[in-house]
T-cell receptor, first 113, second 112 residues
Framework: DAGVTQSPTHLIKTRGQQVTLRCSPKSGHDTVSWYQQALGQGPQFIFQYYEEEERQRGNFPDRFSGHQFPNYSSELNVNALLLGDSALYLC????????????FGPGTRLTVL | GQNIDQPTEMTATEGAIVQINCTYQTSGFNGLFWYQQHAGEAPTFLSYNVLDGLEEKGRFSSFLSRSKGYSYLLLKELQMKDSASYLCAVRDRGGATNKLIFGTGTLLAVQP
């Protein structure tokens, strides 16, 4: 049973570019949350997707957008990249009815130059 | 406002016991989680408390006092592999049932 998978593992972009990160949830999970983790900090909630809709959003600008597909996988898009967007982006999946545990993926390390 | 405080760094000796404290002030509360995160890896779930008291799971125990906004993670019989960052997170009572608010993490170094 595969856990949460994310791609790519690492990514290097330049300021102003756009990036798409991908996440496949753990088998059977229907809810995907995205977090941004800067170096030396705890993860910060970006948004959560359930039934292909964004259900709640953290304090992130509209440059951050997402999507969830019918198979529950999800994408995170970031436009007009800034140096401050450099971070580890974590995807977490869970089952909406059993929310006592979220499983995190290995993350995508994004570096903006 | 949302605020979760935990010590930045701690050092302990192999075989010993260490307690990592976490205090929180959040607009809502629907459970407190502890995660372990090794450098460059994803956080892994350690424990969950929603009611006051102690939850024990092997070498790890977690305590919660909702009236004090306080939790601690207790690690017994420390091993070198326990060197990691330990994240305290509160689940917000907001619209998304799984929105977690994390502290900055406590970096634990276990020495021989």
């Amino acid at each position: 049973d595969a856990g949460v998978t994310q791609s790519p593992t690492h990514l290097i972009k330049t300021r102003g570019q756009q990036v798409t990160l991908r996440c496949s949830p753990k088998s059977g999970h229907d809810t995907v949350s995205w977090y941004q983790q800067a170096l030396g900090q705890g993860p910060q909630f970006i948004f959560q997707y359930y039934e292909e809709e964004e259900r709640q959003r953290g304090n992130f600008p509209d440059r951050f957008s997402g999507h969830q597909f019918p198979n529950y996988s999800s994408e995170l898009n970031v436009n007009a990249l800034l140096l401050g967007d450099s971070a580890l982006y974590l995807c977490a999946s869970s089952l909406r009815e059993e929310y006592n545990e979220q499983f995190f993926g290995p993350g995508t390390r994004l570096t903006v130059l | 406002g949302q605020n979760i405080d935990q010590p930045t760094e701690m050092t302990a000796t192999e075989g010993a016991i260490v307690q990592i404290n976490c205090t929180y002030q959040t607009s809502g509360f629907n459970g407190l989680f502890w995660y372990q995160q090794h450098a460059g890896e994803a956080p892994t779930f350690l424990s969950y408390n929603v009611l006051d008291g102690l939850e024990e799971k092997g070498r790890f125990s977690s305590f919660l006092s909702r009236s004090k906004g306080y939790s601690y993670l207790l690690l017994k019989e420390l091993q070198m592999k326990d060197s990691a960052s330990y994240l305290c997170a509160v689940r917000d009572r907001g619209g998304a049932t799984n929105k977690l608010i994390f502290g900055t993490g406590t970096l634990l170094a276990v020495q021989p």
